[in-house]
């Protein structure tokens, strides 16, 4: 790899041809690649969950992550806007997307499904 270090505007600056350039650039790639499967893995012989192809199907066409978890608990909107103190209608925007829950509610909602508040924002 040939390198030239010049001195711009004050500033170290590194010359390098473009094959090299490209070849940082996808080893970079590459490592993130790596460090992202370490990371599955890792969670995965911890017990993380896995979905069944089915279910991966079910979390993509569901309208947000939350109504996909809520109908994989087995609880309607009502029982689990029951266990989490707000209304169905308010469960319902929840789940279509057009209301935001607080941290709170988001909160309380992760708690009753088992969950945490990262597995239901997208």
Request: no cysteine; glycine share 6%.
């Amino acid at each position: 790899m040939g390198v030239q270090i010049i001195t711009m505007d004050g500033r170290e600056r590194v010359l390098m041809d473009r094959a090299d350039y490209d070849a940082l650039v996808q080893a970079s790639e590459d490592l993130a690649d790596a460090r992202f499967l370490v990371k599955a893995m890792d969670e995965l012989a911890q017990g993380a969950e896995t979905f069944t192809g089915e279910e991966l199907d079910a979390y993509l066409a569901a309208p947000t992550p939350l109504a996909f978890w809520r109908a994989r608990s087995g609880k309607t909107q009502a029982m689990l806007a029951k266990d989490v103190g707000v209304s169905q209608a308010f469960m319902a925007q929840l789940e279509t997307g057009r209301r935001k829950g607080s941290i709170d509610v988001l909160s309380r909602i992760a708690k009753a499904l088992d969950l945490r508040i990262d597995d239901l924002v997208e």
